[in-house]
């Protein structure tokens, strides 16, 4: 059965490693139809108001989605995210030999960010101060809250959407004890700080936690468990945090097998799912070719085993490992002077 893939290049220069990863793809003949959208730009110049609509319409006629990174100008990340209600952003961590790591020895470092995708600050509920002065609310440390010369933000933790991403990630920590990892969940957040929002966190994690006996659970506060990512990577299976969190620890964790460049993610509700990198839109290096496509081929890589294409994906995670292993091909981020499609290419090769 054929199935239909949306690329969604995304703006700035996201465009310039999801393009050459489509042709690897491509090149791989899995049995897709690629449905190729333009690039921000492009697209709001085509289509002008309903460029956000051809985004939409091109999502729900595909199986799945491969996103760029948007800065604004691709709008369908709004509909990726809340309209298809994506709750778990899965970000693995995974060291390839040959990596630019500042660790001294990365090697074995394999676990999964688990990072809920639909609540918390991200609710996008600000306001000035001023607004909450009717509320008349009370601080908890006799720290009163000023009546106007600031902002406040909403944080936003419910009960629905805690277990159902935590429940994620114990099922997930199950399939990996069976393909051989320690099978444990860690859950982080800041209970001391937030009793209400993130103590509701750390009191449902727990509850789940005591329906799975056969996976282990440990809970610490964030900026400890920030700690223990760089000083006992090894130690990590999968880790559930909360939305800003989750944002945060996930390129702390990037960092350590090499950066950004290299991190992947896929974005999974109960019905849809779709893949995107970690990284930014990276403008910085708009125009240059050189941005790294790991992290977008990787995304890839989820994106076919989640279509369930026997082993494509585990044979492209081995091209890429390949490509890291003889070290030739490497992207200015690695230490090296290729480009993008030269990077892609190498893949190609050994595919
Ligand atoms: P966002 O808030 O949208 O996640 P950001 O502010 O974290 O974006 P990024 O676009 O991810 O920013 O870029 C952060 C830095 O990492 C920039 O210097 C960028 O060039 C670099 N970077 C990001 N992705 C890559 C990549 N794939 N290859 C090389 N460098 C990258």
């Not at 897709?32 to 319409?57: K, M, Y």
């Not at 400890?224 to 999968?238: C, H």
């Not at 849809?272 to 970690?278: G, L, R, T």
Request: charged share 25%; with cysteine; hydrophobic share 40%.
């Amino acid at each position: 059965m054929t199935r239909r893939v949306c690329v969604i290049p995304g703006d700035d220069a996201a465009p310039e490693a999801v393009l050459p990863s489509l042709r690897v793809l491509q090149a791989m003949e899995p049995g897709i139809e690629f449905v190729e959208l333009p690039d921000g730009q492009a697209g709001r110049r085509e289509h002008g108001d309903r460029w956000n609509d051809v985004c939409i319409e091109a999502i729900e006629a595909t199986d799945t989605t491969l996103f760029g990174s948007s800065s604004g100008a691709t709008p369908a990340i709004g509909y990726l995210r809340y309209g298809k209600d994506t709750y778990a952003n899965v970000r693995p961590t995974r060291y390839l030999p040959g990596a630019e790591s500042p660790l001294r020895n990365p090697e074995g470092i394999d676990f999964v960010i688990v990072r809920e995708n639909t609540e918390d600050v991200y609710t996008g509920i600000e306001g000035d101060l001023s607004l909450l002065t009717p509320l008349k609310l009370t601080s908890r440390r006799n720290n009163p809250l000023p009546e106007s010369g600031g902002r406040f933000a909403i944080k936003v933790i419910t009960e629905e959407k805690t277990r159902r991403v935590v429940e994620f990630a114990f099922r997930l920590a199950q399939r990996r004890k069976d393909r051989g990892h320690r099978g444990s969940v860690i859950s982080a957040c800041k209970w001391n700080v937030l009793p209400q929002t993130d103590g509701l966190f750390r009191d449902v994690a727990a509850e789940v936690a005591s329906e799975y006996h056969d996976i282990e659970y440990t809970n610490y506060l964030a900026d400890d468990f920030a700690r223990r990512i760089v000083a006992t990577p090894l130690d990590l299976d999968v880790v559930v945090l909360p939305n800003l969190y989750g944002d945060i620890l996930s390129d702390e964790a990037a960092a350590l097998v090499g950066g950004l460049g290299l991190a992947p993610s896929a974005c999974y509700g109960d019905d849809f799912a779709y893949f995107e990198p970690v990284h930014g839109t990276a403008p910085d290096i708009m125009g240059a070719g050189t941005i790294n496509p790991t992290a977008t081929l990787l995304s890839a890589a989820m994106m076919l085993d989640h279509l369930e294409l026997g082993d494509a994906g585990d044979r492209l995670v081995g091209a890429i490992e390949a490509v890291f292993a003889d070290g030739s091909t490497m992207t200015p981020d690695q230490g090296g002077d290729s480009t993008a499609e030269q990077f892609c290419d190498a893949v190609i090769e050994r595919l």
